[in-house]
């Protein structure tokens, strides 16, 4: 994403919270995408997509991909000055930045496309003060897009369980524990190790359950069994444990117990008590 992007995306966010309407679940709306009209898949290019970690998690299992693989194939990864965490976007394809899974006949992965295209053409904000108040939605409406002269009418609260909204809702709700936690926003900058914890306990799940399972983690605290077997086989619980790591680890919340039965390495070498 280059600076010019960056800087429409900014100004894209400050206008959501001053400027749109703020929307209800009540609130109705008319729209209607279907193949029939002209611009049917015209919204799936030259557009930028960010993807929650649920994303990542549903889009990687659908392919039967690992998490390392899709985020090198189908992602980058845009680093900008006072970034406070990592952020992904979709990788567009050609020169016409067409997304990768769109097809003649739709999207290609509809079941499990991302939460911003679930849920278009409604947006949600999440601000985080109380300046900007609480959560809302609002309608995103472009120029060329034909659906929203569809005389169907529906609720926002019908579209969103249309759209099955709810969960990816849900799984979101994990990522903001972390980065509205008052703990986190006290962090200035993380540092390259802690980014790289982050990074690996919301986007790169499979890499997370390796470390979880071949490193001294399961030494160093004390899980239930039946949470480690869920760990081991589930993605969404994976996904859930990674947010209260990072609340435990980041953000200074002890939530998880550490196994007093656990000699770091070091210690057992020397016989002192050194930090692993």
């Not at 194939?73 to 020169?95: A, N, S």
């Not at 169907?152 to 980065?179: C, N, P, S």
Request: hydrophobic residues 35%; proline residues 7%; charged residues 30%.
């Amino acid at each position: 994403m280059d600076n010019d992007a960056r800087t429409n995306l900014q100004r894209l966010k400050e206008t959501i919270i001053k400027d749109h309407e703020r929307l209800g679940p009540d609130d109705r709306l008319g729209f209607r995408c279907h193949k029939d009209i002209p611009c049917f898949n015209q919204c799936c290019r030259d557009v930028n997509i960010f993807l929650t970690p649920y994303d990542v998690l549903r889009l990687k299992n659908a392919l039967g991909m690992r998490s390392d693989d899709f985020i090198e194939r189908h992602t980058i990864l845009p680093i900008e000055k006072g970034q406070k965490y990592p952020v992904v976007v979709l990788k567009m394809e050609g020169d016409a930045k067409t997304c990768p899974f769109v097809t003649a006949q739709g999207c290609g992965v509809y079941k499990d496309r991302p939460w911003a295209c679930r849920i278009y053409p409604i947006g949600e904000a999440h601000p985080n003060n109380e300046q900007t108040g609480r959560s809302f939605y609002f309608k995103l409406e472009e120029g060329d897009c034909l659906g929203h002269r569809d005389p169907k009418e529906q609720t926002i609260r019908e579209w969103l369980h249309d759209q099955e909204v709810t969960r990816y809702d849900d799984m979101g709700a994990l990522f903001r524990a972390v980065i509205f936690h008052p703990g986190f926003e006290r962090i200035k900058e993380l540092e390259p190790r802690q980014m790289q914890q982050f990074f690996l306990a919301t986007y790169d799940l499979d890499r997370f359950r390796e470390f979880i399972f071949e490193s001294s983690f399961l030494q160093r605290f004390a899980l239930d069994p039946a949470q480690v077997e869920q760990l081991r086989r589930d993605d969404e619980a994976l996904l859930s444990f990674g947010s209260t790591w990072l609340r435990h680890a980041l953000c200074g919340e002890p939530l998880l117990e550490p196994d007093p039965n656990y000699v770091p390495k070091s210690r057992k070498k020397t016989g002192k008590d050194v930090q692993p």
